[in-house]
């Protein structure tokens, strides 16, 4: 239609819609533009909050500082089952145990002030026991002017905690025989927990009279001690859950099971494989080197130059060779019927690892799993297997510089060759520096109890991370 007969109104409609399209086009065009999301820089290896620290490997749970102070040194490692374990350890005026019952997630603990010497032990359902005697040594010392009569002593003192307990009973000294000179010492007396309300420990009140004295509730009846055969020298450490007493006849080995109270001796078991010298002896009386749901394990040294793993629970005692020597002092991890050691490699004296079987079978690391730094250092390892392999975690300290590592072996071939180490941390100077305070398996699961600077602060901390997936990732728990 020509532009000359077009009404008035009909353009005036037509420059308004226009108009309003040329409006909503601006308005789509220069609206607000969404805010970008801000991007988050994590923290860096060794930074930490109370609650969280940040390590190379993953973020760490912190444990709450009122269950164990950062001072406190870890000694030994009761692992139960897939979820329930018992960490214990002391600082300079005080024992403490951690207790786990969901493989780390929750933690409570168990604290007493301590003034002389004090051990932990765990029974087979998770009651614990603490021990603590006095300052120096107990032994009887002759009186003036009666000379043979052994002068009074303090007995240790036994406190009891049900495994799900939030505190300790109160105490219950040990009722001791009369102890002649010769008597052996009881600093550091471990004992054999028997239930949440009883226990034995093994004194020797003179030479080769050794006798189970019990203990348990304060109040609780007095229970018979119980002699051993005097042809037989006892050790002092129980092993196993339930616990079994060892005992050495000439150059054998022999277990049984500890009696409960008012029960008699059981006849012993000879353990067959096991040549026992004084160093032998001296070995299986010091505490185990691991512990895993029944078993207690120790390594046991062998003429003329072995070593041997020796593994006690209540129904089976395993004795396996080791396919190389172990240096004094030597790290074992135990669980999910695997156990680690660290050897020497026969052929360069370099440290490694061994693998073992609970059947005997051994495999040594093709290659050491750590390459030690070239400068003059301190190191320690710790060793944990898992149903999905082994894990090592390796301690360096040198004059200004630390580190933390980790290595794992997964099948085909557990614990013959390793992954390269990943680093958890690593630097120089004190400031970020993280510590291994344990390293535990439960079969499935591992953890790592860690110690690390509160970034802005001059305390520190205990953390938790954990892995289910055989150490190859890892979170909080």
Known sequence: MPDSIVSAPTRRRAAATALAALTALLALGCGKKEKAAPITVPPPPGAASSDELTTAIGQARGIDSALAPSSTRWRRAFVLDERRAVVTGEVENETIALVTENAGRTWRSLRRVREGWSTWSVGGDGATVLTTGP?????????????????????????????????????????????????????????????????????????????????????????????????????????????????????????????????????????????????????????????????????????????????????????????????????????????????????????????CTLQGTCVIAEKPPFRPWLEPHERSIALAPTREGVTAVLTSRAAARWGLHIAIAQPPEVGKLYDVPRVIGEATGERGRIELGALLSFGNRLLMLLQADVTGTSRRGWYVVASDDGGLTWSPP
Not at 173 to 190: D, E, I
Request: with cysteine.
């Open 135 to 355: 300052r120096g040594p107990a032994l009887p010392t002759e009186t003036r002017g009666n000379r043979g009569t052994p002068s009074a002593l303090d007995p240790p003192s036994l406190f009891f905690a049900p495994f799900e307990a939030t505190d300790l009973s109160a105490p219950s000294p040990v009722t001791l025989p009369a102890l002649s000179r010769g008597a052996r010492p009881l600093v550091n007396a471990v004992p054999a927990v028997l239930s949440a309300e009883s226990a034995a420990l093994l004194v020797e009140p003179k030479p080769r009279h050794a006798t189970l004295v019990y203990a348990g509730p304060a109040g609780a009846e007095p229970v018979p001690p119980v002699p051993l055969p005097t042809q037989e020298q006892a050790l002092p450490v129980p092993y196993g859950r339930p616990p079994m007493l060892l005992s050495v006849r000439g150059r054998s080995l022999l277990v049984r099971p500890v009696p409960a109270p008012g029960k008699p001796l059981d006849a012993p078991k000879s353990v067959e494989g096991l040549a026992m010298s004084p160093a032998a002896i001296a070995a299986l009386s010091t505490t185990p080197a691991c512990d895993f749901a029944g078993w207690s394990i120790q390594l046991v040294p062998q003429p003329p130059d072995k070593t041997a793993v020796v593994a006690v629970s209540a129904t089976q005692t395993a004795v396996l060779k080791l396919p190389a020597k172990a240096p004094p002092g030597a790290s074992v991890g135990c669980a999910a019927d695997r156990i680690m050691v660290e050897v020497m490699t026969p052929t360069t004296g370099e440290p490694t690892l061994a693998t």
